[in-house]
């Protein structure tokens, strides 16, 4: 759920489901029906005008509620209008603590962070406050960092 593109969002799917936890939770749960391995979400830490905080603990929760305990967190918001899918990787800014205070409340949950991360040094740094690190393009740009 972190895709911000138009051709994503014309079929629902992608980032702009942010906007609509009870489909993703019911997602969760027809997923979860059918198969017997876990669920896990990766989402953006909200779309456009959200707020970062509450609609994020609210996605957060409808989700949970419906049976998923894992998420992988892309630490910065996705913008559905006005910034290209390209830009929306770097023109946003990552907020790392978001996604840590997410872990605190939510001390039950696996909460992965994503987004920026680019050496061993700065997952180290990040597993100090979270579950896991997804590292995404940074070491397409320089390997062995």
């Known amino acids: 759920m972190g895709c911000p593109s138009d051709r994503v969002q014309n079929n629902l799917i992608?980032?702009?489901l942010m906007g609509h936890p009870e489909k993703v939770a019911a997602?969760?749960?027809a997923m979860q029906a059918a198969v017997s391995i876990p669920i896990t979400v990766k989402c953006r830490i909200g779309i456009?005008?959200?707020d970062e905080d509450a609609d994020l603990e609210n996605f957060i929760h409808q989700v949970a509620d419906a049976g998923c305990d894992t998420f992988i967190v892309h630490a910065r918001k996705a913008w559905l209008q006005g910034?290209?899918?390209k830009q929306n990787r770097?023109?946003?800014?990552?907020?790392?603590p978001r996604v840590q205070r997410l872990k605190q409340r939510h001390p039950e949950l696996h909460i992965g962070i994503n987004g920026g991360?680019?050496?061993?040094?700065?997952c180290q740094a990040q597993l100090a406050h979270v579950d896991s690190v997804m590292v995404g393009r940074g070491p397409i740009r320089t390997p062995g960092c």
Do not use: F, W
């Open 14 to 16: 992608g980032a702009c």
């Open 27 to 29: 997602a969760v749960k």
């Open 48 to 50: 456009d005008d959200q």
């Open 83 to 85: 910034l290209s899918p």
């Open 90 to 96: 770097d023109v946003p800014p990552l907020n790392y």
């Open 117 to 122: 991360i680019k050496t061993l040094d700065a």
